[in-house]
């Protein structure tokens, strides 16, 4: 059972990266997915999160509008799409796989760099 996100990239401000969670071992429908970044020299926060269903998101408040989460059942994957990027963005993403109502998350991947100049 692995999750992997990938799709990171170095960008400049303003730009847009999509970032991908694809999952081996086990299908991604049904479980919540829970979209995460830590910074250098901070703790990890959550960014975006979407249900089993795709019916139900959650954005941090600093996301603002920018980022967009969603999932294809067919590709077994959740994509997290990131637009006007600032230098604050600048973390590794990571993604989970867990339960919505408890919000705890059982599955955790390698994350993928994003680095947003300015």
């Known amino acids: 059972v692995q999750l992997q996100a990938s799709g990171g990239g170095l960008v400049q401000a303003g730009g847009s990266l999509r970032l991908s969670c694809a999952a081996s071992?086990?299908?991604?429908?049904?479980?919540?997915i829970l979209w995460s970044r830590q910074a250098p020299g901070k703790e990890r926060e959550e960014v975006a999160g979407?249900?089993?269903?795709?019916?139900?998101?959650y954005y941090n408040s600093f996301v603002r509008g920018r980022f967009t989460v969603s999932r294809d059942r067919d590709k077994n994957t959740v994509y997290l799409q990131l637009n006007r990027l600032t230098p604050g963005d600048t973390a590794v993403y990571y993604c989970?796989?867990?339960?919505?109502?408890?919000?705890?998350?059982?599955?955790w991947g390698k994350g993928t760099q994003v680095t947003v100049s300015s």
């Open positions: 071992g086990f299908g991604l429908g049904g479980h919540a």
């Open positions: 979407i249900d089993g269903g795709g019916s139900a998101t």
């Open positions: 989970s796989a867990g339960n919505w109502q408890s919000w705890k998350w059982k599955y």
